[in-house]
């Protein structure tokens, strides 16, 4: 079955970074974008709220606009891993972070329902 494993949380300072991993397994992820979303604990409804997706191809990304300019996605098909760089951390980004699979673009994929979903990492800003 697929598998979906987040790594590289923990806890850092306002103003630090963090990289987050996803190793994906299971079945092949050709046109599948991958994203990140993450759950904050004050979060209205307890709902995700989404953060950044990345095509299968890695020429499309998509960004919410809390998080432009401060985080990147990337991802590595060889080794059907997507990762999150995570600059400039701010409090208010402290969150479960998730790693998830949807098939299409990755505009696409920021809106819809996901097919797969990790275990989730936790990142904790400290101010």
């Known amino acids: 079955q697929v598998q979906l494993v987040e790594s590289g949380g923990g806890l850092v300072q306002a103003g630090g970074s963090l990289r987050l991993s996803c190793a994906a397994s299971?079945?092949?992820?050709?046109?599948?974008?991958m994203s990140w979303f993450r759950q904050a604990p004050q979060a209205p409804g307890n709902k995700r709220e989404f953060?950044?997706?990345?095509?299968?191809?890695?020429?499309?990304?998509y960004y919410a606009d809390s998080v432009k300019g401060r985080f990147t996605i990337s991802r590595d098909n060889a080794k059907d891993t997507v990762y999150l760089q995570m600059n400039s951390l701010k409090p208010e980004d402290t969150a479960v972070y998730y790693c998830?699979?949807?098939?299409?673009?990755?505009?696409?994929?920021?809106?819809?329902?996901?097919?797969?979903w990790g275990q989730g990492t936790q990142v904790t800003v400290s101010s």
């Open positions: 299971g079945r092949t992820f050709r046109s599948y974008a």
């Open positions: 953060v950044a997706a990345i095509s299968w191809s890695g020429n499309g990304r």
């Open positions: 998830a699979l949807a098939w299409g673009t990755a505009a696409q994929a920021s809106a819809r329902v996901q097919d797969y």
